[in-house]
Structure formats: structure tokens, C-alpha cells
């Protein structure tokens, strides 16, 4: 899978300029001293560059080239194509850009050099794109020396991809791959996923994208890589004017930031808020303690380690227990002033033997160890990262702080312990780490209950009966009910429901009834007939309901040009729009997943608050079977607005069905 | 004020020993090479340290002693001081740990050190501090060499206060003043604030605390201290664990974050989150570019430009609005595949040239202008730096990033250019430093309403009609009462108040009536007389009220330990519980701080949902008269639960008051 671009034999590169400031001319360079395979400079113009003989095209090489890097005039960019399909080239890195990211007519010029490559057979990266970095060789147009290791890099956008290779550069983090994606016209990054998954080398891989190129491949296909590796999400576009200059950059659609990270979540991704997440994260990746949800703080500053626990609690950490055993111990072995529990606080005249003591103590217990040191006048950062490089192995991670700084955490990134300047930064990547869960897949193929297709058939929007009968077939309670337009039924269906009632207008189209007037509550025997009569006016159909008192869930369904369809749920009522407390999940889920969407969004908390213990597990089931319904018609935007959940189930009572 | 501390003229270090590795040697080294006046080390054993003459004691130097810092045993420190009186010594500095922080026994030998210092006229700071640094002298027991400039730092913990310092002498900001609080027996945050306020060396101030000594100072002084020049604040112990460790560790009360949030605004500081936070809002404050809450990105990195305005908007601050008269002029001088909108993308091969002509176009634009740099093959960090540092006083602010991004954030220091490594770093410390507000002074001090004082007097709970009566006197509306304890007066009372009708138990003593199942709501005639039969098994007295529609909302009163009176807001009925989506202020709050209080909370957008128009401006009054009445009649505990609010207005429906 992609040999022909990561595994090549000998590489051409189409557009090799004489010119040290330009790209080709760089890339070259980077090519020729990296690679030890046949490299051909191709160049209309010149005879040789950079001391190779040039060729005038790909097809005048007479040789076999695997791979072509061009990096041409965007006008020239189809014919090169033509040319390496002629010359049996099979794979390609577009570097020029000008396409789909500059509008309509770089959009089409794109779509035309896809066609000229599949035409051709030819699997190709960008347009676009920076290059790639592979253990064998460097095609890009930056000048990097980083090391040979275990993360890979997935950029979908150069600057930040020459922002991570420097990073890794910096910080002397190894690298197995480095990929820009560029515009994704033909290899994806699924495909690139994919590849890196079964790469025997990468260990774990670190992804900006600014949109998913194709949202069903990605839920399918990415948890196949995720059950082999830690694979950790930055996505730029996460706001309005975020999104919008994402279009403007690599003309991908941002989509939506939530839908999303919750694409991420189902496959068993680490998503991430922002690049320094992305880069710490990366240290704790890339190193070999074993880490525990259970953390320890261990300091020679009691402000530090009050900062410490903050964020531990922050962050669905748990500070660890000390056992009475180790706490007598450590009172033995420490001074006075010391304070042996958790943080265990060294004492501002602590020195690294005291550091080292207090560390052979703890070293045992199953938590992670936080040890935290500020330099002062009787500890440096260095001794300390000594001590703590020599208890390796142990759960240990160092937030180092002072003049030596830098030194000490070189020496705990030689020892593999994941060394931080702040705490935060250490307990936030920590927790992204454990608290990632395994992959959900999306394997259920539309299988419409028995009925339900006869109800839905050329319909744009349901009526209530019809949406109500729809949720019974598929097993989602609704309240006792009747649709009439006649007045002496509307009586008869009313003792048949029971009181009190909800009488609401009943249109064939769906509108705000609240808004317009059109619902009354709280409707007793008397009232029933003159509020028929209110209500018929405004629609000639009238629905009858048996008023239920409980919480009030909401429950949406979308289908996302991009991911397809999700759910949405959160608190019901005004609010939805008030709070905006809604979580989302990729339909279909599963009743476990809608409790966790439900417990994001609150809605365990309201359904469990002052004991009331409302039916949770009702509400999760109906929650599931709505997603399932939503896949199954292929629903275009659903509102159950509210769900009404009591102690006896949960209950759609008002719902709004766009097919 | 505190001149015997700050301005000595003479100073001398007790406990001052000839171990070089001890902490009274260093700081007698550290006075002796910064202190131009007499220096007097005090050492009961010897008679000379570090070349300088020795005395036994403070009394034995014969000479005028401003200033004495203590080194010793804890149980040597009363007679230091008792010495410190007989010597005429007016201020100290007490280094010595071992009092409050470490339990009873400690805090008494506190109590007793305060009494002694007292009696004898003597103003000092400590015990358990790691000492200061002025102008004229470093009484610390760190080696640090910062620039004297001006910015103050003051820092409760002694680990922080050396992380501050290190911090300071890496980055070459310069300090006006360093002073470590320690436990504050005497001299408080708030001395030492209004000092620094006084100091015309000091610029801004950044304090690190655990907690605040004394909350109605706190929010009585510091005020003057905001009004000229900005104070930042850091809290440790904003979780559980977090403040069981800061009570280890100074003995201070960790108190609400919440409270203290709420408490920061109300003074006019500026509140951060965390370390980082602090540090880089110390680059924003020291600039002198003008910046504004319009934000322009500049950036040859379309991804990190994606990112930045991802975080400007989640930052509240604007995106800047490009007028198209500079849009065609960039539109002229970039390259085609340059976009010369809200962020300007140079492209991937923008020199440094590039990005002058940019900002040279761009200069004028009232706005903050962010540039941001990724080091490429085409463009280095430094020479973008240079081009930037030329524009100075335009607004500029720089992020760069790549191997010479150390080399190049020099040369935006020295410019006084704030430079940054992440632009989510720029963006937030431009908001914190943009974003506070004028301080609030609480200086309404008690005036009960004419005829409060009969109500409550002797009593620590209120009946529901005192509860009513004494909101009514406070303008407060209720919705129409009567509490009755006959069924035939129910029934008149009922006829007066109109239906439908809510009606409760009304026990002397608080209880939640919903719970007890001690409710009835929609209440119509027939009901009447069969409801009042049930409930008066419940209670004797019953309330009669009249059902209202609307939003929930919830007003809480507290009487904190620090801070005094306080009052919360938000969301009512279930969603208190649920959502905890509350925002704190100190009473007596205005409606202008009603209002601010209601907007955090979200209650201002449930009452303007759907465009219902509800009366936000009564639901204002009516929060600031509660907090009035608050501190007015003492009031110990207050739920209003819920306020109801229509358009009509805001009525409290259900208030329970402790006194």
C-alpha cells in the first residue's frame, strides 16, 4: 500500500532548479543527500544541476523511475502527469500549488490532473503538499536534520508541518514519517494512516488536519490503525473565522469541530485543543514509563504542588492514595517540616539525596510519580533529573524549573522520562494519554423496521401521526395520543388519553407551535372544547396528548456532509439554545455510547439529580434507537424536543421529521 | 508606609553563619554584594563571617539597626525579636519556617512572634518567607542577577517566588521589587500591594496567592492599587485536593476560587488560570505597543493562521476587519497565491521583505497586529524580527517559531515587542490584559430598610410571610400570598389571590418541601379545600400563591469567611444542581454587576431566548436589592429558588433565609 511513493528505487525530480533559493532546487538537494537510490533531475532547460545530468522529461530518463517529485509551474503540472504515466512512473508528490485551495478554477484544474493520474495509474501526494520524510530519504523544501525514532507526523498544512519537523528537530524527538497531505487529491489521509498503522517503525502518530477528506472511509478504516498505535488529533477551523480561513487555505471544508472530535472519540483517537497538547502529548507518547491515572506529586515547593493537584483534579485525574505504610516511611526519612502526603512536599532546603530518598520510597506504589523541582539555592534541576533518570521504569515523569532547565530535561529525555517546564502541561498530557478509549466501528447497514418504509414514502416531513407511529415501530415510547379535526371526537379521544391533556395544532408542515400560539397545557375535561375551537382555527387538525411531567431531554439528528449522520443530545427545552449543552455522536451508537453522550451533556446529572432517579436506561435505549432510525431512512434533520423522561421512561413528545 | 522594610538604611542578618551551603550565609552574601549601607551579621559563636565583624546579638551592635532579617531556630526567633524592640530595630524580615504551616503548635509560637513584634513597634514580614529584593538590596536566600526595571512580583509560596525570579532573569524582564509573603503574621498582601501601588519604579504587579489574609481589606484597598497600574493575580488551590495541600503548606485558608475570581474582578485586577498564564501576560503589560481587542493576523503559515483565529475567537476578542481600500493595496503588493484577508497568508515562500511590505500596508489599521513567523527554506525567525522591531509602536505583537526563534524573541524584547512561541499564547494574555475592568468599590455600608430590623429581630430562621414582608420592603416582588390555617380562610384567600394556584406547607422551619412531597401546583377552585386537607397533616400553616410562568432562576446569598456577604446567580430550578452554571459576586453588587453576574451565568440569555423578551432589567433590580438586604440584616444563608421571571417581571417564589 503506497510503496510506489514511500519504498521507491530511484527518484526523479521534475522541475530541479539550478536556483539554491528555489524549491526544486532545495528538494533536490534534500533528495541527494539522503537518498542512496538512482536520483534524476528533470529540467526543459539546463544539462545538468547540482552535478547530476539532466533530463528534458520524465519520458527522456530512459530509466525506471518509481517515484516523481514535481514541483513545476501549476499550467505545466497535467502534462508532467502525462509524461510519468508515459514513462511508467508510479507514484508522484505534487509540491506546486495554485489548485483547489485558490478557488473554481484551480478546483478544476485539479480535478483534471486526478483524472490524467488514475488515467495513468499513477497514486500521488498533493497538489499542495510540503513533501514527505521517510527513514530513507527527504523530500521536502525545508532544510531539516532530525533523528530517526519512532513518532510519525501528518500535516495536512505546510506551515505546520515545518513547525513539527522543527519541533522534533529542537527537542531531538525521532522520527519514522513525516507527511504533508497537501490537498488530498488522490492519497488521503486514511491512506496515509492506513500505510503508517502496519508501519513496523512508527510507534505513534501525530495528525493536523483542517478537514476530513472522507468522513465514512475515516470512521471505518481509522480504527483499524488506532488498535496498533496512539494516534492524537489537532483540527484547525475549530471557530467561525477559524473555519473560514481554513477555506481559504487548503479549500477543505472545515465541517464542524464537535462532529469531529467526536469522530476522533468513536475511533479510539487522542483529540487534542491545541499544538502545545500536541507536542507534550507527544513526549508522553514517546517515552517508556509506565503511567497511571493515580498521580503522586513529589516537590521542593508547596505553591508548585498546590498548582499540581489543581490540574490533576482538573483534568479526570485522581491524586493517589497514600498508604499509611509509605506515609509512616517517608515521615521517618524526611525533615521535620516536610509534609509526607500527597503532594509530598520536600521542603524548600531539599536536596536531590532527599529527592532520591523520598523516590526509593514511592517507587513501588502503582501510580504515576510527579516530581516536580524548582532550583534554589540547595538543589539544582540537574542533580535532581540525575536521581530521577536513576529510577527510570518506575511511573516517573519531571517538571523541571530553573537557570538549568534545559540541561536537566535533556538528560531526562535521554533516560525516556517525559520531562516538563510547567505541570500543567505534564498532567494535561497525562490525562489525554489514558483517558483515550477504544474504537467504536460503525459496522450497522441500514435495516429499516418492518413498516417503517411505508410510513415514510415520498415524504419530505412527517405529520405527527406518522412521525409518532415511526418512533413506536422502533420501540421509542410516545405519550398517549390522538390526531382529530372533529370536535366530538376530539371529547371521546380525550377521556380515552385521561387529563390533564396538551393540546397543540397539528399542520401538515412543521412549524414553531409555541411561537405562533399553538399549544395549550394543562387541559381539563371543561377546557377541551373551547380550545378545540381556538386551535382549529389555526390548523384544521388538532393533536390531543396526555400531559407528562419530568425532565426535559432534547434529541436532534443531522447528517453531516462529512461524517454522515450524527446525533445530537443535551438538555431540553429553551435549554438547548440557552446552554448549548449538547454532546454528539456519529449515528448509529450504541445504548453504551449514549450514556456517555448523555453524561457529557449533563443529562445524567438532570435525570439523577435529588435523587429522583428517572429512567436512565430508558432514556439511553431510545436515544440509541432514534440514531438507528436516523441511518436506516436516511433522515435529514430530526428534533425531539423534548424527550420527556420521568420515572416511568422516557417519553418523545413533540418531534420534527425532515426525511 | 513599610519604609523600615523597603528604604533601610542599615541592615542586619541574624542567624548569619560561616557554612556557605546555609541559608543565613547566603543571604548575608547577598545583602553584603548588592547593599551599599552597614551591613551587621549577628552570630552568638564566632566573631566574624564572610570578612565582616560578628555581634552576639541586635542589642550588642551599638548602632542604628533599620532593618533586621531573621535566620535562626524557630524557638530562637521570639528573643531575636524581643532583642530586635530593645535595639530600636523597626522592621524585619523573619526567613525562619517551622509556625503556622506546620499545625497548632506552630501557629501559637505565630501568635506569640506577632504579639512581641507588636509591643515592641516593630513591622515585619514573614514568618516562613523567602525574603525580597529591592532596588538597593537582595535579602533572598536564591542567587539571582535579574534587571532592575518594572514589574513587582510577590509571591506567597517561596518555590514560586524562586520559579518568578528564575523566570525573570532568563527572559531579562526587570523587577522593580521581589517580596516572598511567607505566612503574613503582620504584614499583609495588602500592605505590600498598596506599596508597590505607591512605588513609582513599579509599572504592574503580579501576585501569586494561596489565599487572602483579610477579604474586606482585600476589596477595600487594592482598588487604589488597579486604578494605577494593572495588579495580575495567580490563585493556588482552586480544587480539593489543591487546597488541602496549600493548607499544609503557608496554614492559609485556600477560601473559594470562585469567591476569589468574583473578588480579583470586583478590585479591578486581572485574574489568570495558571503559571504560563501569569508569565505571558508579564510580556503583554511590560510592552508599550498600543493593543487593541481588533486582532489582524499576519502569517506565512496558513495552518497557524487557521489556529490563531480559532483561539482569538474563543478568546473574546475580534477578528480585525480588513476596509477594502488595504485589502486592494495588499491585493497589489502580494503575490497571487498570497490571501490578503483576516489572516493575511503570505504563502510558503514569503520572504522577509514580504512581511514589511505587509505591515507597512497595514501600520494604520487601529488594530493589534499578530504576526506570526514559521521559519521556511525562504524566511528565517530573525530577519522577520528585524522587520517587525522597524514598525514598532504600531500595535505589533510577534509568535516565532523555528530554530532561531530564541534569537529572534530577543530581538522583539529588546524592540519591546511581546513575543510569543504559540499564538494561543499571544491571543490569550492580549484578552486578560484587554479584557478587565474598572474596579468596583464596596463602600455601601448597612442601612436596613425602615421596619427590617421588627421582622427579623431574634430570630434565625424566617416563616415564609417574614420572608415575603421583608422582600416586599425591599422591592423585591412576590407573587400574590396568604399563609392560613383554615380551610374556610384558605378558600376566601384563594378567591382574592385567583387560580391557578400553587399551594405548599408552611413549616416554622426551613425544609424542602418538594421532597416531602408538601406541594400542589395548579391549584383550581374544586382543589382548594381537598389540598389544604392533606398538607395541614404536613404543617399547620399553609401557603396560598399565586402559579406564575416563566424562566427559573436562582439567587443564593453566603456569608464567606474571607470575603464576607456573597451572592450567586444562575440558571434555577433543577439546573442549580445540575449545571452548577453559577457566577459569583461580593455584595452589596450594583445592577450594572447584576447584570455582568447574569450574563456568565447564562440566566440573561434564558430570559432572552426565543425572543420572549422576559424582563431582564426588574430581575437586575431585584438581584442587586437582594444583595443589599444581605448585608444589611447580616444574613447568614439565602435562596431564593426560584425567581421567576416573565414579562412581567421578576418574582421570588420560594425564599429560604437564615440569619
Chains 1, 2 share one sequence.
Not at 500536541?278 to 515547593?301: C, H, M
Not at 397543540?504 to 381539563?524: A, M
Not at 447528517?559 to 455522536?585: H, K, M, N, T, W
Amino acid at each position: 500500500m503506497l510503496e510506489q511513493i514511500f519504498y521507491p528505487v530511484s527518484i526523479a525530480v521534475v522541475g530541479a532548479s539550478r536556483d539554491r533559493g528555489k524549491v526544486g532546487n532545495i528538494i533536490l538537494r534534500n533528495v541527494m543527500s539522503t537518498f542512496t537510490g538512482k536520483v534524476y533531475p528533470v529540467n526543459d532547460k539546463v544539462d545538468s544541476v547540482e552535478g547530476l545530468p539532466a533530463y528534458r522529461s520524465l519520458v527522456g530518463i530512459g530509466e525506471q523511475v518509481d517515484l516523481a517529485i514535481i514541483s513545476v509551474p501549476k499550467d505545466a503540472v497535467i502534462n508532467v502527469m502525462e509524461d510519468a504515466g508515459k514513462a511508467g512512473v508510479k507514484g508522484a508528490i505534487v509540491i506546486t500549488s495554485g489548485f483547489r485551495e485558490t478557488g473554481d478554477s484551480g478546483a478544476r484544474l485539479e480535478e483534471e490532473l486526478k483524472t490524467v493520474a488514475n488515467k495513468n495509474g499513477v497514486r500521488f501526494l498533493g497538489p499542495n503538499t510540503m513533501g514527505i520524510v521517510t527513514p530513507s530519504f527527504n523530500a521536502t523544501f525545508t532544510y531539516v536534520d532530525v533523528k530517526h525514532g519512532g513518532i510519525a507526523i501528518v500535516a495536512q498544512s505546510g506551515g505546520m508541518g515545518a513547525y513539527m519537523l522543527t519541533w522534533a528537530q529542537r527537542t531531538g524527538t525521532g522520527l519514522s514519517y513525516f507527511v504533508g497531505l497537501g490537498n488530498q487529491a488522490d492519497v488521503s489521509e486514511v491512506d496515509v494512516l492506513r500505510f503508517l498503522g502496519e508501519d513496523s517503525e512508527t510507534k505513534a502518530i501525530f495528525v493536523y488536519l483542517e478537514g476530513v477528506s472522507n468522513g465514512p472511509r475515516f470512521l471505518e478504516e481509522i480504527p483499524e490503525v488506532t488498535r496498533r498505535k496512539p494516534v492524537a488529533f489537532l483540527k484547525g477551523g475549530a471557530s467561525n473565522a477559524g473555519a473560514a480561513a481554513a477555506g481559504t487555505h487548503t479549500g477543505s471544508l472545515a465541517g464542524s469541530y464537535e462532529l469531529f472530535r467526536a469522530a476522533v472519540k468513536s475511533v479510539g483517537g487522542m483529540f487534542v485543543d491545541d499544538l502545545r497538547d500536541l507536542l507534550n502529548l507527544a513526549k508522553v507518547v514517546n517515552s517508556n514509563e509506565p503511567l497511571r491515572g493515580d498521580v503522586l506529586v513529589i516537590t521542593n515547593s508547596g505553591g508548585h504542588g498546590v498548582l499540581a493537584m489543581d490540574e490533576i483534579s482538573r483534568n479526570s485525574l485522581n491524586p493517589a492514595k497514600m498508604p499509611p505504610r509509605i506515609q509512616s516511611e517517608l515521615t521517618l526519612k524526611l525533615p521535620a517540616h516536610a509534609s509526607p502526603r500527597n503532594p509530598v512536599d520536600l521542603g524548600g532546603d531539599a536536596n536531590a539525596e532527599l529527592y532520591a530518598e523520598a523516590l526509593r520510597v514511592v517507587q513501588d506504589l502503582d501510580c504515576t510519580k510527579l516530581v516536580i523541582v524548582q532550583a534554589l539555592a540547595t538543589v539544582s534541576c540537574v542533580e535532581v533529573a540525575r536521581a530521577i533518570s536513576r529510577m527510570r521504569g518506575k511511573g516517573l515523569v519531571g517538571v523541571v524549573m530553573g537557570m538549568d532547565e534545559d540541561a536537566a530535561a535533556r538528560i531526562l529525555d535521554a533516560a525516556g522520562v517525559p520531562a516538563f517546564r510547567f505541570s500543567e502541561d505534564a498532567v494535561r498530557a497525562i490525562s489525554r494519554y489514558l483517558n483515550r478509549r477504544e474504537p467504536r466501528l460503525k459496522l450497522r447497514s441500514p435495516t429499516p423496521v418492518p413498516g417503517a418504509i411505508d410510513i415514510i414514502e415520498g415524504k419530505q416531513y412527517l405529520r405527527d401521526e406518522d412521525a409518532f407511529k415511526l418512533l413506536e415501530l422502533y420501540g421509542v415510547r410516545v405519550p398517549p395520543w390522538a390526531v382529530v379535526d372533529d370536535p366530538n371526537v376530539a371529547m371521546k379521544e380525550a377521556e380515552r388519553i385521561g387529563f390533564p391533556l396538551v393540546m397543540k395544532i397539528s399542520p401538515d408542515e412543521p412549524v414553531h407551535k409555541t411561537d405562533i400560539g399553538g399549544v395549550r397545557l394543562n387541559v381539563e375535561r371543561d377546557n377541551v372544547e373551547g380550545y378545540f375551537a381556538e386551535l382549529s382555527k389555526m390548523s384544521k387538525r388538532v393533536l390531543l396528548q396526555r400531559q407528562l411531567a419530568g425532565v426535559e431531554v432534547f434529541v436532534g439528528g443531522i447528517r453531516d456532509q462529512v461524517f454522515g449522520p450524527a446525533i445530537l443530545v443535551g438538555l431540553g427545552g429553551i435549554y438547548v439554545e440557552v446552554l448549548r449543552s449538547v454532546s454528539y455522536g456519529l449515528s448509529p451508537i450504541s445504548e453504551q455510547e449514549a450514556l456517555e453522550i448523555m453524561s457529557e451533556s449533563k443529562v445524567v446529572d438532570a435525570l439523577t439529580a435529588r435523587k429522583r432517579g428517572y429512567d436512565v436506561g430508558s432514556t439511553a435505549r431510545a436515544v440509541a434507537r432514534i440514531s438507528n432510525m436516523i441511518v436506516d431512512l436516511n433522515v435529514k434533520e430530526l428534533d425531539v424536543n423534548p424527550l420527556i423522561v420521568n420515572e416511568n421512561g422516557a417519553f418523545a413528545v413533540d418531534v420534527r421529521i425532515k426525511l
